[in-house]
């Protein structure tokens, strides 16, 4: 399952996903009411499971900001485009609830890691070839995008990098931050690039902390060595990016969309309705009053900010919803992973938790946080701290209501 998010892009594989409702020409983040093969294979899942045994993490703050997004619908100028969203969100809870049942299987980390590690390579060898064939610079690999594709990539290195320090064997652990870091040389993207390297010092800190070994020591050689074979090649790239598409010291594209959003929230502080940026940007004047350079490819896309992306179309209901939607994770993770010192299962929790704050960061200067392949990784990312951290015994395994139910059924049978 980890491979098909790198392989659903948006349009250019056919046949891994229908639409139900199609806007094609909708110029949002969402195109329609879609189902994908990943959503099958999860829907098939999901009715194999028997009844969990536990009650689901994380519910009241993905509760939370799913009601953001449904009352941004009566704040629409166009309630359907916004009703397209809560669906996705609606495909991202049920991946995150059967990864987190599934958990409970010691085998569903690993396999599913394993997929998201032959998915990044899959894509890095697109990409690679896009480079070598076609002369383009910035490549987006399978899903057509560099930013995107730059973003995904924090979810597949980072925890395997994690794993690689714990002392996982294998060659998986070494591939996958390798191909992590080939992907933010090929996407030459700055925040790719900078984040990346911020990310792996973050873990082998972290590591190294907990306890520090020979192997270590050996993988930091091993990545300096790395690092010298790769940043001359970034560098090259990065001053082939600019000599093409230099630095202008008048205009700031960037700021000039974070000024048009900010000015939509000011105006509407309940929000425009999810997946309307790109409309309301236009046709209310505020790309126009943001001096936002008036060509389709600036025009047509949203705010380089999830978070601003987000307060402009649901509201300060619905970006501080999300804020703690994005922060309950990410402390479970970090807390958990560092409570377990000699678990390895604490290593991986650690580098999903690392994985998080990345990402989070990364959605600073970013939107692509909201397209659905990004958020197939997010939802599979919770589901696994979700699990390993019910593993560990981290809200003391807390029974669900229905297991309590018969729990108590059981007790007064054995009363009686």
Known sequence: MGVLPFLLSGGGIHGLYVALIS?????????GAEISVIDLFVLAIYFSQSRPQYSLPFRFSMALYFIAVLFSVFQAGVPMASLFYAWQLARMFLVYLVVARACSD?????????GLAIGIWLAVGVAAWQRISGGVLQVGGTVGDKNLFGLMAHFVGLPWFALLLAGQRGWTPY??????AITAVLTVSRAALGLSAAGMVLIFMLSAMRKWTHRKATIALLSAAALGA???????SLESRFSAEPLSSNYDERAAFQKAAEMILSDHPMGIGANNYVVVANTGGYNERAQVVAIAGSLSTNVHNAYLLSAAETGYFGVI???LLLLHPLIVAFHCGWRNREDRRGDLLLGLGATLLIVYIHCFFEWVFFSF?????????????AGLAQQ????????SHSSRIESGAIRNKSAG
């Open 106 to 114: 010691d085998r569903v980390a690993p396999a599913l890691l394993t």
């Open 321 to 323: 919803s999300l804020v």
């Open 392 to 399: 560990l015994g981290y809200w003391g395994r807390t029974l």
């Open 23 to 31: 806007w094609a020409g909708w110029p949002g983040y969402v195109k």
């Open 373 to 385: 392949q990004t958020q197939y990784l997010f939802a599979m990312t919770l589901g696994l701290v």
């Open 175 to 180: 591939l996958a931050p390798l191909g992590y």
């Open 230 to 236: 790769l940043v001359p090649i970034a560098l090259s």
